[in-house]
């Protein structure tokens, strides 16, 4: 009589906690494990989320270089992570880039285990999808680590190249117009005759 006294309260016990929690705000529920992953939408399949990627990766190599071609912002490396939306240095680029490759992997990994499985699969058939797709996000992943690494590596290298081709246009620019004013005397000198007249020489004394 009294196992089941306690069975009883236990049981009701149990109703009011769901009870009071089905009562909590939803949105408050859902505060705690917010998330700003740009590629948690399951709704988006493994090539929408590549696709997604290459063009947000894209896209913040393309503003970099244009602050840098432009010749706003700075280039300077902070003290500690923290860079500001302007900065084009590689250190900065780095830090946001490796970011967002962490978001991406972290949603990608989370999917491995996500495979369909028909009802009358084994378990070796279920097992060969499994390792199917753990297989391909892994070989994403390289692929992307690796694009990633040599993007970074030819950001470098343009940052390093692009003072020496701006003064290399500069250059190229003085020496245009250097050619031009030379052109402009030797059309002069050509003008003047061949000697002078009256005169007892055709040198200059």
């Known amino acids: 009589m009294l196992k089941s006294r306690n069975i009883k309260i236990w049981t009701i016990s149990i109703i009011v906690l769901f009870g009071a ?32 990627y290459n063009e947000r990766m894209n896209n913040m190599f ?22 500001a939306e302007d900065n084009y240095s590689t250190f900065c680029i780095a830090i946001t880039a490796a970011k967002e490759f962490e978001q ?21 058939q279920v097992s060969a999808k499994q390792t199917a797709k753990y297989n391909e996000i892994n070989t994403e992943l390289r692929r992307a680590k690796k694009a ?12 390093i190249a692009y003072p020496m081709h701006v003064q290399y246009q500069e250059t190229i620019k003085n020496l245009t117009e250097y050619n031009k004013k030379m052109s402009n005397i ?3 000198v050509e003008q003047l005759p061949g000697k002078f007249i009256d005169a007892t020489t055709a040198e200059c004394t």
């Not at 929690?21 to 493994?46: C, D, G, M, R, V």
């Not at 999917?111 to 009802?119: C, D, Y």
């Open 148 to 159: 990633l690494d040599a993007t970074l590596q030819a950001y470098n290298e343009l940052k």
């Open 186 to 188: 030797r059309q002069e």
């Open 21 to 52: 929690i089905s009562l909590l705000p939803i949105e408050n529920l859902y505060a705690a494990t917010a998330t700003t992953n740009q590629y948690e939408n399951t709704k988006l399949s493994l090539a929408e989320l590549e696709t997604k």
């Open 62 to 83: 393309n503003t970099k270089i244009k602050l840098m071609i432009d010749g706003k912002g700075t280039d300077k490396s902070p003290v500690g992570d923290d860079c």
């Open 104 to 124: 991406y992997q972290d949603a990608l990994l989370a999917r491995s285990t996500n495979v369909e499985i028909e009802e009358n699969d084994d378990i070796f």
